[in-house]
């Protein structure tokens, strides 16, 4: 079997379907590893959505304590994003 235009003729091998195969097995692997990141943000996000109020409340609650009203909005921002990291966590995927 000659070629035709001078391109060497398609070989359909099983390199193409070793190929395609590992190509899956690296999306799946992708695909999982990006699920298990979300679920640990997530997990961090609503255990410290929980947590910060224990701490930060005390700390609020002291008199004298310098730059209080700095530290109350820096604390109330970490509220915030670790309520909406959490926002969508199941214990039990």
């Given at each position: 079997?000659?070629?035709?235009?001078?391109?060497?003729?398609?070989?359909?091998?099983?390199?193409?379907?070793?190929d395609?195969?590992?190509?899956?097995a690296a999306?799946?692997?992708?695909?999982?590893?990006?699920?298990?990141?979300?679920?640990?943000?997530?997990?961090?996000?609503?255990?410290?959505?929980?947590?910060?109020?224990v701490?930060?409340?005390?700390?609020?609650?002291?008199?004298?304590?310098?730059r209080?009203?700095?530290?109350?909005?820096?604390?109330?921002g970490?509220?915030?994003?670790?309520?909406?990291?959490?926002?969508?966590?199941?214990?039990?995927?």
């Open positions: 079997m000659g070629c035709i235009d001078g391109e060497p003729p398609m070989k359909h091998t099983p390199n193409r379907r070793i395609t195969v590992a190509a899956d999306a799946r692997t992708v695909r999982r590893s990006r699920l298990a990141l979300q679920q640990s943000v997530r997990w961090l996000g609503f255990w410290l959505a929980i947590c910060l109020p701490v930060y409340l005390p700390l609020l609650a002291v008199d004298g304590a310098p209080t009203g700095a530290l109350a909005l820096v604390l109330i970490c509220q915030l994003l670790a309520l909406l990291a959490g926002r969508n966590y199941t214990p039990n995927p």
